[in-house]
């Protein structure tokens, strides 16, 4: 079992930052991708930004050059540094864990709202 506790949601006005992180703890392994995925109302959930333990990242392209991902394996957290954030990355935010060999594991999800 692996839990997730994330942290860091919360309103800001278009233009504006926020900052996402994500601690994991319980059975984590060395090899493993944690990220974050997005859910806006009426819209299905999408994947936002992932990062691999070596360090690999793919992103959305609706997100690039605005979101940074980071991962700091020695304690097992994810970041997500949200710039010139848009109405449109209004969503919960989920982050996750995938240890390649079980079950993904899900946080409980963070509001994320960015006014006009």
């Known amino acids: 079992q692996v839990q997730l506790v994330e942290s860091g949601g919360g309103l800001v006005q278009a233009g504006g930052s926020l900052r996402l992180s994500c601690a994991a703890s319980g059975s984590i392994r060395s090899n493993s991708t944690m990220g974050w995925y997005r859910q806006a109302p009426g819209k299905q959930r999408e994947l936002v930004a992932r990062?691999?333990?070596?360090?690999?990242?793919n992103y959305a392209d609706s997100v690039k050059g605005r979101f940074t991902i980071s991962r700091d394996n020695a304690k097992n957290t994810v970041n997500l540094q949200m710039n010139s954030l848009k109405p449109e990355d209004t969503a919960v935010y989920y982050c996750?864990?995938?240890?390649?060999?079980?079950?993904?594991?899900w946080g409980q999800g963070t509001q994320v709202t960015v006014s006009s």
């Open positions: 990062i691999t333990s070596g360090g690999s990242t």
């Open positions: 996750y864990y995938d240890s390649w060999v079980a079950v993904v594991y």
